[in-house]
């Protein structure tokens, strides 16, 4: 990509979020965090065009499981709201990717010791899931699981 001066595009951003996850599947946080990195700052540079801003969205929440994994939630959390803010903006919470998204928020918030928020979060998600019929799903059911 470098070559054909590709890089810094929406198929240069994917690469090194693909990259990113290979990264974090081997177990090495820093590196697919730094990969993650490269790719939101050509995400932010490209601002809303082609489904980008999605794909910004499902970045950060791969920066907030990988921030979660390395025990920084407040980075987490960070990182998640924003993925929040893109999904209101476009209205497109109401999906099953802002299903996930509170799950996530959920599953952090309980990791600080918030239950109040992680259960709050986890209702959300579970109204997410309602709205979308996805709750008599594997992945609803983990959420039920989640919620006790």
Known sequence: RKATKT???APGALMFTEMGAVRRACGDLDGALGLYTKAKRIRERLGRGDGNFA?????????????HL?????GALV??????????????????DGARLMRNIGITKCARGDLDGQLEAYSEACDLRRHTST?????????????G
């Open 7 to 9: 890089v810094e595009t």
């Open 79 to 96: 990182a998640y709201e924003q993925a929040r803010q893109i999904y209101q903006a476009t209205g497109t919470m109401k999906s099953v």
């Open 55 to 67: 794909d910004l969205a499902a970045l950060l929440m791969r920066i907030g499981v990988a921030k």
């Open 135 to 147: 709750l008599r799903t594997p992945d609803g059911a983990l959420l039920l699981l989640n919620l």
């Open 70 to 74: 390395r025990d920084d939630t407040d």
